[in-house]
């Protein structure tokens, strides 16, 4: 496998959270550069370049920075969603706490070519330990007049997944309660007190430096065609070395897992794969012997990269407390207010933990399909439909398991 | 009983809103520092917030019981948060709950909190704990005190 180290470049330093050592290892040489380019010169080397967002969509990076206003009365906005409370993703963390001037630099190419001058990184509340070296980072930033011109500032989140949603975040920045909100028909940017904003996760931002420095080109290299470039790709559960390990999109799902993860744990077999955090789907052992880990890959099997946080598990797990220990979590998480969501989730849970508990019969499993199609496409957010999907994934993989457990 | 914001969370208030557009944006930042200065966020405070963000009092409960990190009860326990979620509960965070029994601590089950690689994990006073085991949780518990 080839080894590459876009995002990750500097996490083995020592103390590359500060600001000196960071510089030393090269931190915003890009900012020299970036002056002597236009704002939409700029954007159009993150679209040849092929960004795709690495917040869980994938959506391409460049399109939606365009769709930002160049002339416009009221301020743009920039926002960094580093809610990352998607199970099994942990990458983010990654960044703030090891990198955080290469997040700053991004931020500050960004802001230029969207003409913002502020931007809000909105942090999970669960970080407060990691939000601290983020913050300790900018305050460096400021005194060295890095920062200044353009400002960040921090907010800290208060324990809600559904705060990760774009239009969700951007409702509790305003300091509301985190509803998604109803999604244009057209594309447009987000909106901030009603002023134009663009949201990108950390990671995303963390791999336009790379970009600027070496060129669109240089990005593509890695990846595929469709897909390019790099995640940081993440291991949990029954792997002997879990963790966090950049790769090129397009690898080897269980090349990746033996290589970095060092295989399973204790010699067990490996059963199934969430492949990239709760919200993604399940694999059978065999489809992860064959799959590759890019969008299309993913997508063609039904399920989705997401944030590309694999959960992995080994022979001895049951997969019907995997999806009831899944659907707790939706069910807690749901925002609340969308009746198919707020409800679906609450159903759902009940049967699968009736099912769980050998009080089910076949009508509970045709129920349990029955209220997840209800869920899905009537919602304002996908959140509901992503339910629906996980529980379509594990039924029609794993069906005997449940059957068995009636 | 009434609230009022110390010196320090006042200036912070005011520097604050200068990087919001509306004032409103101020209300998880207030209703955090209340929680550090007062331990919960009382009605009275929520009464303050209202005042500082120009947001009906009523909008600031939403928002306070909306958000699960918020208390408005008061404790004289320890509060430990265990994560619960899939990685976790592979892991072995099951035990991490049984262990705490033991202790004389408020245990909350919360959903992942982003340790997902070095599960199990607990977390008290905004700091995580990780890869736990029953003789860990002994040795961070009791060293509380
Ligand atoms: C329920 C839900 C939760 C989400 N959680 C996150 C999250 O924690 N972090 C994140 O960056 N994006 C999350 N997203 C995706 C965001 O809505 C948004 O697409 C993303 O932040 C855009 O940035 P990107 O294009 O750079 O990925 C979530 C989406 C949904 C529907
Ligand atoms: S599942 Fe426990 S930290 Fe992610």
């Given amino acids: ?406 | 009983m009434s609230f009022c914001f110390n010196d320090a969370n006042v200036a912070k208030i005011e520097a604050l809103k200068k990087r919001y557009p509306s004032a409103q944006a101020l209300s998880l930042p207030c209703l955090w520092m209340v929680q550090y200065q007062e331990g919960y966020i009382s009605l009275d405070a929520i009464d303050v917030i209202a005042e500082v963000t120009d947001t009906p009092a009523m909008e600031i409960y939403r928002v306070a019981t909306f958000y699960t990190m918020f208390h408005l009860e008061p404790t004289t326990q320890k509060r430990v948060l265990v994560c619960k979620t899939l990685s976790c509960k592979l892991c072995g965070s099951d035990a991490v709950l049984e262990q705490l029994k033991k202790h004389d601590v408020l245990v909350e089950h919360v959903e992942c909190l982003g340790s997902c690689g070095t599960a199990p994990v607990m977390q008290i006073d905004d700091v995580n704990y990780e890869n736990l085991t029953p003789t860990k949780v002994d040795a961070i518990v009791e060293g509380l005190r």
């Fill in chain 1, 1 to 406: 496998m080839r080894e590459v180290a876009i995002v990750s470049r500097k996490f083995a330093v020592e103390n590359s959270h500060t600001l000196s050592v960071a510089q030393a290892h090269g931190a915003y040489k890009t900012l020299e550069k970036l002056h002597t380019l236009a704002p939409l010169e700029i954007i159009e080397i993150i679209k040849e370049s092929g960004l795709r967002g690495k917040g869980g969509g994938g959506a391409p990076a460049g399109a939606k920075w365009a769709l930002m206003p160049q002339e416009s009365e009221r301020p743009s906005f920039v926002v960094i969603n580093c809610d990352e409370s998607e199970p099994g993703t942990f990458k983010d963390r990654q960044i703030i706490t090891k990198d955080p001037h290469l997040l700053i630099e991004g931020i500050l190419i960004t802001c230029y070519a969207v003409k913002a001058k502020h931007a809000y990184v909105y942090i999970r509340g669960e970080y407060a330990q990691y939000q601290d070296v983020l913050q300790g980072a900018v305050d460096e930033a400021y005194v060295a007049g890095i920062l200044g011109e353009v400002d960040v500032t921090l907010h800290r989140g208060a324990g809600a997944y559904i705060c990760g949603e774009k239009s969700a975040l951007l409702e509790s920045l305003e300091g509301k309660r985190g509803h998604p909100r109803l999604k244009p028909k057209q594309p447009e940017p987000e909106w901030y007190f009603g002023n134009p904003t663009l949201v990108n996760n950390v990671e995303t931002i963390a791999s336009v430096p790379f970009i600027m420095e070496h060129g669109a080109a240089a990005y593509r290299a890695y990846g595929t065609e469709k897909s390019p470039g790099t995640l940081l790709f993440a291991m949990s559960g029954h792997v002997e070395k879990p963790g966090v390990y950049e790769a090129e999109f397009g690898v080897s799902m269980m090349d990746y897992i033996n290589h970095y993860g060092g295989g399973m744990k204790n010699g067990k077999k490996l059963k199934a794969v969430i492949p990239g955090g709760a919200s993604t789907g399940v694999m059978t052992a065999a489809e992860a012997d064959n799959v590759q880990l890019d969008y299309e890959s993913l997508r063609s099997m039904g399920l989705s990269l997401g944030t590309g946080g694999m959960i992995v598990m080994d022979e001895d797990t049951c997969m019907v407390s995997v999806l009831k220990n899944l659907l707790e979590f939706y069910h807690e998480e749901s925002c609340g207010q969308c009746t198919p969501c707020r409800e679906g989730t609450g159903w759902v849970d009940k049967l699968v933990g009736k099912i769980l508990d050998k009080r089910g019969s076949s009508e509970d499993i045709d129920k349990l399909l029955e209220v997840a199609e209800t869920m899905n496409g009537k919602t304002i957010c996908v959140f509901a439909p992503a339910v629906s999907a996980v529980i379509v994934s594990f039924l029609s993989r794993f069906r005997d398991e449940f059957e068995a457990a009636l």
